[in-house]
């Protein structure tokens, strides 16, 4: 799951960590995660520029920031979590100083819309980046060329048959509702944003429609990622759980390899088919977009020829503008009439990657409910 990912990433340099996404069937209740987020200077400390930001945009808000300068959150921060909200770095203070530049051009020059972020001139290094670089061409057909090209030779599906392709080749809604419960086995390769690699086995094990459990298994100990009705709770690096934030929530469910299989309708509103088409690994790709539950807007591509899902790309919406994860889906097999896939990569703008590779997979399994309950104490070390 990025959010979380990411925050136990903060915690310790010296390991990366894992947490998968969530795996569920059928759609359930947001009411507990979508509730109102407190502004930001009740929830966090030390809050001087973002006041009146919602507590549940700050997280990914700093994701934003250390993405479109190519820096960590040591950056501008202290390492160790007790003092964050300290002000002992003077990267800090010019962050704060371009923070409020950046909020005044937007409202100032775009009737307070989005515009100007970060990654305007930063462009993925700590100083700005004034010139255009040498060799990099920014001319109209290569611009074309990479948000797609539009669909004239072959003619063009309507959405209905679109994602009714789809439904067939996936085994549909009806099938994924016989399946009572699962449990996975299988392993992920976490590279972070070093370019440093760490494979970890994971367990995955879900229950109905709102009962679910996602462990990584560390020397350090486990890292669990738990959906139990319609919230959730987190246990990392041997800390005591803690409930899921909105946005990580949201994250949980949209990071499920299985979360839209056959059922694309049911989980997704707003769906609109783009007039284009677009290469994946070679492959021509139909783009559909849309809206997740949590409002969360979404980009589903379908392999033109098989009807297979190949890619969902979701934006987190920050203070500064959209933070995208793309998630890519491979191998799937039959599973009791369903198509499951075994493998799927999760990608971040931060550079950061995680490939999960399924070994076995069971369908159907007894599994108790009570084993969902947050823990009062963290798992120990194995």
Not at 89 to 116: D, H, L
Not at 250 to 263: F, I, Q, S, W
Not at 278 to 305: H, M, Q
Not at 354 to 365: H, M, P, T
């Amino acid at each position: 799951m990025g959010y979380v990912r990411g925050e136990m990433k903060t915690m310790s340099h010296k390991k990366t960590r894992f947490l998968a996404g969530i795996l569920v069937y059928t759609s359930f209740s947001l009411s507990a995660a979508a509730q109102t987020s407190r502004p930001a200077e009740q929830a966090f400390k030390n809050i001087k520029v973002l006041t009146g930001v919602p507590e549940s945009q700050i997280q990914p808000t700093m994701w934003f920031f250390s993405a479109a300068l190519g820096v960590r959150c040591r950056f501008c921060h202290e390492d160790e979590n007790d003092k964050r909200e300290m002000d002992t770095k003077p990267q800090k203070a010019v962050a704060r100083k371009m923070i409020e530049m950046t909020m005044a051009i937007n409202k100032n020059s775009f009737g307070g819309r989005t515009v100007v972020t970060c990654n305007s001139c930063h462009r993925g290094n700590a100083k700005p980046v004034g010139s255009p670089a040498i060799g990099i061409d920014t001319s109209l057909a290569t611009r074309a060329e990479a948000v797609g090209k539009p669909i004239a030779a072959d003619p063009m599906p309507t959405l209905d048959q679109l994602i009714g392709k789809y439904e067939t080749a996936s085994g549909g809604a009806a099938t994924a509702r016989q399946i009572s419960s699962l449990a996975m086995k299988g392993t992920v390769v976490d590279t972070n944003f070093n370019g440093e690699r760490k494979t970890m086995p994971v367990d995955i094990v879900a229950k109905g429609p709102a009962f679910t459990m996602v462990t990584a298994h560390d020397h350090d100990g486990d890292s669990i990622s738990t959906i139990n009705g319609s919230s959730g709770w987190i246990v990392t690096e041997n800390r005591p759980a803690r409930d899921m934030r909105p946005t990580e929530f949201e994250a949980a469910k949209l990071e499920d390899p299985n979360y839209v299989t056959g059922r694309v309708k049911q989980v997704f509103t707003e769906l609109r088919f783009q007039s284009r088409l677009e290469k994946i690994d070679g492959r021509d790709a139909y783009i559909v977009s849309g809206r997740s539950p949590g409002s969360t807007a979404v980009r589903l591509y379908f392999d033109k020829e098989s009807g297979m899902l190949m890619r969902l790309v979701y934006d987190t919406e920050t203070v500064f503008g959209p933070y995208y994860t793309r998630i890519d889906y491979a191998d799937y097999r039959n599973s009791d009439g369903l198509q499951v896939p075994y493998h799927w990569k999760i990608s971040r703008v931060r550079g950061e990657v995680s490939e999960y590779q399924v070994s076995e997979l069971k369908l159907n399994v007894p599994v108790n409910e009570a084993s969902f309950a947050k823990p009062s104490a963290p798992p120990a070390a194995k």
